[in-house]
């Protein structure tokens, strides 16, 4: 049996120029966040506890908590809403089509019985009210002739709904049945967000051309606005209330947040700016935030969240953070406590410790696109789509000064030879490039279609798996690749290779599903009819001591055999990331780490069957 003991959480997906929505728990002190077609619950106080919604077919924008904090309401690009419980397996309750368009925000009634969205309606409603058990309309809202970025319901009564937008209007709107009361022109650039109090008396619009504007929560007339002395100098993207309704957050393009204190005649002036660390880079734009209890969550454009004291402002935040896209690389360290290196394509590698979670990013100083990863003992070699093979010395959280060889083409497949870790190999099209530190010492064509290779640990041997599924073993002497033997079994072009830790045997899977265990000495098959993938495998891992063997799929599965038992004893970890499994390592004999399309990375408690 397999079961999960942490998931090191991704990031929430972002978008320059847009402020993105985070929901939360007072009970639980959850937060909630969206990235790709998941939604995730994460914890404040437990940052490895976190669960995912996957259901969604197409990427999710919002998600909010009902007021009881029973119930969640998600929505996606769409145009559709799904209502779901935060228990029993988020058993799910309704699911509606709301507008033509992407859904941008969305918001309980206090009394739970209505939800209103607004987004892009594409030519029909910008905004939608509706009934939560049925989907039937509540009112009509005319008033606005682009998309609406934001909506937001009077948490008490009577109720009412404000929204705002890329026609610089602000919309009020009294009911039920919901009808149209005033606009306000004040924003002259897209109004951005749109909040109500807490207690009611007061809503807050903040805008691109970096004002805030308050007005009376009853009526919808204007009242005061924020300070422009020592106020935001770039797009205001997110405002969010605190609990008691004195004070408000606002987070800005020019890298700040700011906290504001708001009077009774609606004006509002700077008590504190909280600088976010960072690089000083375009990702550190600050783009949403949430004040929850004495928790103030603050998100950057490069996904990284900061948590700060609301009762100690001057207090270092903590800062955590993870992936943005999905993670393609994966290895381990041989370190204690037990490393682990992640690299998304986006170029971003991170490094997490086991039980604690995320440690940092690796600083480097060429940020290109990662295809393969392979750590050494304080180096790591990556190969990317600039073929390149870069060789990074690492230092702590630094990477010290690259090396690089240019390979003329797109690397396929990277290993080294761990006795000797100077020497790797890559696969290209055309055949293999032996490399010696940053020498190229051949660059051999071997006359096939290269698809996955790997070299043995010594370094004396070497095996090329082709397009045509055949597995080509070599000797090498020198430079040069001698061929030993071809060995025929699979019926599709090879994924990857892999050699066991005591070097007595190496698996292979290819792209029809299947995974093959063979002897190195005798090369006959030592374990066959691993065929319980319904899709094409991307990754394949050996344990420490070299009994068991995982495969990752394209299936969203991970499947763990055991050498010496039959493959129908296998242990199998159905949907392990949604969207598919590109990367599987062991940390140790009982342990499995995997990362895959939803840029979460977990890991798997194994106890063999």
Known sequence: MAHLAETYACVPSTE???GILISGNPKTNSILYCNGRSVLIRQLDRPLDVAVYGEHGYPVTVA????????????????????????????LKNEFKVLTGR???????????????????KGKSFVRCFMWDSGSTVGDFDGHSRRVLSCDFKPTRPFRIATCGEDFLVNFYEGPPFKFRLSQREHSNFANCIRFSPDGSKFITVSSDKKGILYDGKTGEKMGELSSENGHTGSIYAVTWSPDSKQVLTVSADKSAKVWDIFDDGSGTVNKTLECPGTGGVEDMLVGCLWLNDHLVIVSLGGTIHLFSASDLDKTPLSFSGHLKNVTTLTVLNSNPRTILTGSYDGTIIRWI??????????????????CLAALEGEIITAGFDNKVWR???NGDECGDPGQVDIGTQPKDLSHAIDTPELALVSIDSGVVLLKGLQIVSNINLGFTAAASAIA?????????????KLHIYSVSGDSLKEVAVLEKHRGAISVIRYSPDISMFASADLNREAVVWDRVSREVKLNNMLYHTARINCLA??????????????TAVIIYEIGKPPSSRITINNAHPGGVYGVAFADECSLVSSGEDACIRLWKIAPQ
Not at 112 to 120: K, N
């Open 542 to 555: 050996w344990s420490p001591d070299s009994s068991m063997v995982a495969t990752g799929s394209l299936d």
């Open 392 to 394: 990074i010395p690492l």
């Open 457 to 469: 640990p010594d370094g004396s041997e070497v095996i090329v798996g082709g397009q045509d599924g």
């Open 354 to 371: 086991q039980g604690i979670g995320y440690s940092g990013k690796l600083r480097r100083k060429d940020i290109s696109q990662i295809k």
């Open 103 to 121: 859904i941008d925000d969305l918001q309980w009634s206090p009394d739970m019985m209505r939800i209103v969205a607004s987004g892009d309606g």
């Open 16 to 18: 320059r120029g847009r």
């Open 64 to 91: 909010r908590y009902s007021p009881n904090g029973e119930w969640i309401a998600s929505a996606d690009s769409s145009g559709i809403v799904r209502i779901w419980g935060t228990h029993n397996e988020f058993v």
